[in-house]
Antibody, heavy 120, light 110 residues
Framework: QVQLVQSGAEVKKPGASVKVSCKAS????????ITWVRQAPGQGLEWMGW????????SFAQKLQGRVTMTTDTSTSTAYMELKSLRSDDTAVYFC?????????????WGQGTLVTVSS | QSALTQPASVSGSPGQSITISCTGT?????????VSWYQQHPGKAPKVMIY???KRPSGVSTRFSGSKSGNTASLTISGLQAEDEAHYYC??????????FGGGTKLTVL
């Protein structure tokens, strides 16, 4: 069965960086993309970006351009999302989800979420 | 890219039908058939209920249906059940090769 397992909760200080991992299993990793979505406490879903696991193509939300990096390690079927220059409003639960291989659409399988808290 | 517009809340009684709207622009909802609807219960990951405007993933109840007219997509839930009470989010692919979510709608089953 398809599973996405994310790394554990993080507490970071403002200005620091965080890197969240998402390990996939149960399917051919390079046949799909991975998208990242975050949700601040009590708020809605915010799309962050997408990466193709086959060729590394990426697409990011405009407001996060320059601060977010997404990578994949096909040898371990793991996707990574790194967010730099953290601010308090980056405090959120971060989800990875399996996406289509060529467009950031159709998120059937989701990770369990990783809480990132940014606090001094 | 601005968020898609959804009503903040809708409500209905068990057995009734409700419709949630999702309004975008000609650069997203109006131009692509890549509208999805997600259901989210508190503390859980979202679950896709409708994708590509009208398609239902395997295992999703036939009580859920989707449609689109112009720049507005809609999710209809018929035969409301208590378990349908949740937040619902629409999303659409955009002309910038990105994705945008709606602000979310809280469905209350009275």
């Amino acid at each position: 069965q398809v599973q996405l397992v994310q790394s554990g909760a993080e507490v970071k200080k403002p200005g620091a960086s965080v890197k969240v991992s998402c390990k996939a299993s149960g399917y051919i990793f390079t046949n799909y993309g991975i998208t990242w979505v975050r949700q601040a406490p009590g708020q809605g879903l915010e799309w962050m970006g997408w990466i193709s696991a086959s060729n590394g193509d990426t697409s990011f939300a405009q407001k996060l351009q320059g601060r977010v990096t997404m990578t994949t390690d096909t040898s371990t079927s793991t996707a990574y999302m790194e967010l730099k220059s953290l601010r308090s409003d980056d405090t959120a639960v971060y989800f990875c989800a399996r996406a289509r291989p060529t467009t950031p659409t159709l998120f059937v399988y989701w990770g369990q979420g990783t809480l990132v808290t940014v606090s001094s | 890219q601005s968020a898609l517009t959804q009503p903040a809340s809708v409500s209905g009684s068990p057995g009734q039908s409700i419709t949630i709207s999702c309004t975008g622009t000609s650069s997203d909802v109006g131009d692509y058939n890549y509208v999805s609807w997600y259901q989210q219960h508190p503390g859980k990951a979202p679950k896709v209920m409708i994708y590509d405007v009208t398609k239902r993933p395997s295992g999703v109840s036939t009580r859920f249906s989707g449609s689109k007219s112009g720049n507005t997509a809609s999710l209809t839930i018929s035969g409301l059940q208590a378990e349908d009470e949740a937040h619902y989010y629409c999303s659409s692919y955009t002309s910038s090769f990105t994705l945008v979510f709606g602000g979310g709608t809280k469905l209350t089953v009275l």
